[in-house]
Each structure stands twice: as structure tokens, then as C-alpha cells.
């Protein structure tokens, strides 16, 4: 019988004994495994390999909309959340309360690195290229949205602003009376000064 009338002969490969074949290069576990292979001639020993579909239309950021649901593929898992392509050259995040229905300590407990996930857009920032994703696709992508900011500044970073313009002013004023603060101070200007030099 020739080798390739071998390859994939299951019932002769089986009768075949690797003590038979083996001698001083090749002992028996290694025979056996080669046997092994020449059954399933074409089996790839590697998990299969799974990609995720991304939705039609949906090649940029601006094409997102707030409640579609896409897939994706973690790219990358950190400890406050992981990173999901969803076909828009950006990545969008999934926060870390937004994995699961219950607390959940650390992210890689619930996906890993290439991954292939359903996610919910809940945000989608386009002047600064973010991206909100949930896996809790029951939320109700309003609960998660959060107000737009605006360029105008808040009221209460505006009043800390007042306080401390209103401070500089009071301690101008607590200064007149103090030596020129260019001068310089502390014990080895004091000595140095007291030696002669700086005067």
C-alpha cells in the first residue's frame, strides 16, 4: 500500500502497531501521533476562526445612531471596560457597568481579546470620535445617554473662577507691604547677603 493510499484509510491506519515502526529516532508516542494525523489528513488543530458581520451602511462614525445594535470585536480589555470594533474605524468603549446585568469586578471575567460581541450604541460623540456601546441590549440606550456639554463652561466651574480671581485680588493687596518677591530668599540667600553679595 502506498502513503497516499494511506492518507485517510482510517481501518488500515488503525491495524497498523506503532511498536512496528519505531527504533531509536522515533519511539511510540511519536509514531502514534504521526498515525494519529494520517487519519484526518486536513484537520487544522486551531479553534475556528469566527469574524464579526458588520452592519451594512455603517462605515463612520457619523453613520451611528443612539439604540442600534451591532456586532463587534474586542480589541482590547482594560480595567475600566473593553473595546469593541463595530466597523467604523474607531473603537467604540464598553464602560464596565454596562457589561452585565450584576457587578462586575473585572472585565476579562466577561469578554476576552477577539471576541465576537452584540453590542447597543448608547453614545456617539462625532466632533470627538467617541463611541458608547452596552451588552445589555434590553437598556434603554436613554437611561445610559448623558447631557451634551457645550463650549460654555458650568456654573459651578464659572463661580470657582469668580473665587479665585476674587482671591488674587484680596491677596494683592495683602502684599503691599511685603519686600520685592523677585529678591531672593531663604537661609543661603541670608548668608550670602550677610557675607556681602547680593546687595
Known amino acids: 500500500m502506498t502513503l497516499a493510499e494511506l492518507i485517510g ?9 506503532p511498536a512496528d515502526f ?5 519511539g511510540i508516542p511519536t509514531v502514534t ?12 488543530p486551531r479553534p475556528a476562526f469566527t469574524t464579526a458581520t458588520f452592519a451594512a451602511g455603517v462605515e ?3 453613520d451611528l445612531k443612539v439604540g442600534m445594535v451591532l456586532e463587534g470585536v474586542v480589541t482590547n480589555v482594560a480595567a475600566f471596560g473593553a473595546f469593541v470594533d463595530v466597523g467604523v474605524h474607531q473603537d467604540g468603549l464598553v464602560h464596565v457597568s454596562a457589561m452585565a446585568d450584576r457587578y462586575v469586578s ?5 469578554v476576552k481579546s477577539g471576541q465576537v460581541v ?7 460623540d462625532i466632533p470627538r470620535q467617541r463611541i458608547g456601546l452596552s451588552l445589555r441590549l434590553n437598556d434603554d ?3 445610559d445617554k448623558r447631557p451634551e456639554r457645550t463650549s460654555a463652561p458650568r456654573r459651578d466651574e464659572r463661580n470657582r473662577d469668580d473665587r479665585n480671581q476674587d482671591r488674587r485680588k484680596q491677596n ?16 543661603m540667600a541670608d548668608a550670602l547677603r550677610n557675607a556681602g553679595f547680593g546687595r
Open 172 to 187: 494683592r493687596g495683602k502684599n503691599s507691604g511685603r519686600r520685592d518677591e523677585s529678591r531672593p530668599t531663604g537661609s
Open 60 to 62: 463612520k462614525v457619523s
Open 22 to 26: 519505531a527504533d531509536d529516532r522515533f
Open 118 to 124: 452584540r453590542v447597543k450604541v448608547t453614545d456617539v
Open 106 to 110: 473585572d472585565p476579562h471575567e466577561v
Open 33 to 44: 501521533d504521526i498515525l494519529g494525523e494520517l487519519e484526518k489528513p486536513g484537520r487544522d
Open 141 to 143: 440606550a436613554q437611561q
Open 9 to 17: 484509510n482510517e481501518r488500515s491506519l488503525r491495524s497498523l502497531k
